[in-house]
């Protein structure tokens, strides 16, 4: 297999990676989203409950403020649960993107290296007939 096709599919391979860690970053930030507004509307469910608390409030009302509370916790926790794994993955991703960047910088390399040969060799024929034309028409032995 040629080496341009190898650098061709490295590029493809990088570029995928690339996508697939922008959506795992974007992902992880709408979960946090997601939880900054779920701390915000558990901080005012405290209030409301402190505040029904104080001014007064039949034993079903309070359960039922209890209740809105625990599901508020469970939303919470599966939310970080949530965020807790797209962590994990956008770390695999990002290395998965390290890495394909690194072969493809090998295969640039290797690349370069190949048509810096190809150059040399090119002159030194171009400079070999040179040498033998020179030679021919002076005739020297």
């Known amino acids: ?20 860690l922008a959506e795992v970053a974007q992902a992880l930030n709408e979960t946090d989203v ?4 779920l701390d915000r509307q558990a901080d005012l469910g405290a209030d409301r409950y402190v505040a029904q608390v104080q001014g007064g409030t ?7 403020r209890l209740d809105e509370m625990e599901t508020m916790i469970a939303e919470k926790r599966a939310a970080e649960q949530a965020r807790a794994s797209l962590q994990e993955r956008w770390i695999s991703k990002r290395d998965e993107v390290l890495d394909a960047s ?21 002159e030194q024929a171009d400079q070999r007939l040179i040498d033998d034309r020179t030679w021919r028409r002076t005739g020297v032995s």
Do not use: F
């Open 102 to 122: 690194r072969y493809r910088k090998k295969l640039d390399i290797l690349y370069e290296r190949g048509i810096r040969e190809q150059r040399r060799r090119s």
């Open 1 to 20: 297999m040629k080496l341009a096709v190898l650098r061709a599919y490295a590029l493809q391979l990088e570029q995928a990676a690339k996508l697939e």
């Open 58 to 64: 039949t034993v079903g009302d309070l359960y039922a």
């Open 34 to 37: 997601r939880l900054a507004a």
